[in-house]
């Protein structure tokens, strides 16, 4: 019994990640989770932690998968910017705060779960950690100018605290991993431990995603219901961008990649680093640029798992 409730999310992570959302937005309504907030860092390393155990932590940092990091850069610093400023000029002319909402998730890609969904996906892990490590680096760099030009405020990103931030995110998992992984091979063989630890690892890092999930919506939930009537807009603009950006990712990747990479190019440019998007959205233009991004948060989960669930197989072939 206990083995099938614990294998249940990742089988079913079309079902369990809308259940994660309610019971988020739910509790959220009854609740003040905001005390939960410190979690979700220690909830993001736990996530990524077993997707490191057993990986080649030498391939992260070597000049391989050029072309697909090259890719990842241009759609996430030159295309989808201009991308979310043609929607935001458009679609939030009249309300330049969900204007900067939009910019600010747009400009910060790669986040934690970057990695998880394209292991759990059986994308190129390895090319994944490499783009979110630089994509935080980058992304501290230009993003200020970015906004400034996009929305006509300058605000600074710490550059100290997005080092940090790679450092908690993928270095510390990236060395418990490795120490993980020799201290099992110790005990077991490289057949027992792909037979019997290694399908035990992608259910590990779901639970803590469904965690992440159900955390972040409802540390959000009286800001989503306090403003029903920019709910419907603000999900409309934000579906037509994540559907530019899901078919910009897949068609590059389709045409100049393998299945592995294409994979990992999508997960690298669809996820947005929406926790630090939020940060900043809150802290410098208010609710309704928060709420773009709470929002956002809620289409990005659940489209990574039906990209997964009903897309990949079909749209990339080895």
């Known amino acids: 019994m206990f083995k099938k409730i614990f294998y249940y999310p990742s089988k079913n992570l079309v079902k369990v990640i809308p259940l994660a959302l309610l019971l ?38 070597d000049l391989s998968h050029l072309k697909l990091v090259l890719l990842s850069l241009i759609i996430n610093f030159l295309i989808i910017p201009v991308v ?22 747009s400009l910060l890609p790669t986040s934690g ?11 190129n892990v390895s090319a994944a950690v490499k ?10 760099l230009v993003a200020p100018w970015y906004l400034f030009v996009m929305v006509g405020q300058y ?26 992984y020799r201290i099992i091979t110790k005990k077991y063989s490289k057949e027992e431990y792909d037979k019997k630890i290694k399908p035990i690892l992608p259910a590990i890092s779901i639970w803590f995603l ?47 990649l393998n299945k592995e990479d294409a994979i990992a190019l999508v997960y690298s440019t669809v996820m947005r680093n929406l926790s630090l998007a939020l940060g900043i959205a809150a802290s410098n233009f208010g609710a309704k640029a928060a709420l773009i991004v709470t929002l956002a948060f809620v289409l990005q989960v659940q489209s990574a798992s039906w990209f997964g669930k009903y897309f990949v197989n079909n749209l990339f072939k080895n």
């Open 155 to 180: 605000i600074p990103i710490d550059i100290v605290k997005t080092f940090i931030t790679i450092i908690q995110v993928v270095i510390i998992p990236l060395i418990l991993g490795d120490l993980t």
């Open 210 to 256: 469904l965690g992440i999930v159900f955390i972040s919506i409802g540390m959000k939930a009286k800001v989503i219901i306090s403003k029903p009537n920019l709910i419907l807009w603000a999900l409309l603009v934000l579906i037509v961008f994540y559907l530019i950006n899901y078919t910009i990712s897949v068609v590059l990747g389709k045409i100049f």
């Open 84 to 105: 979310a400023y043609i929607i935001g000029i458009t679609l939030f002319k009249n309300n330049m705060d969900m204007f900067a909402g939009l910019a600010i998730a």
């Open 24 to 61: 988020g937005f739910l509790i959220g309504l009854k609740f003040d989770l905001n005390f939960m907030k410190n979690y979700i860092l220690i909830f993001t390393i736990f996530m990524i932690y077993p997707t490191m155990i057993g990986f080649n932590y030498k391939s992260a940092f």
């Open 131 to 140: 783009i979110t490590a630089l994509s935080l680096f980058v992304g501290s």
């Open 113 to 123: 779960m970057t990695i998880s969904w394209t292991m759990i996906n059986k994308g």
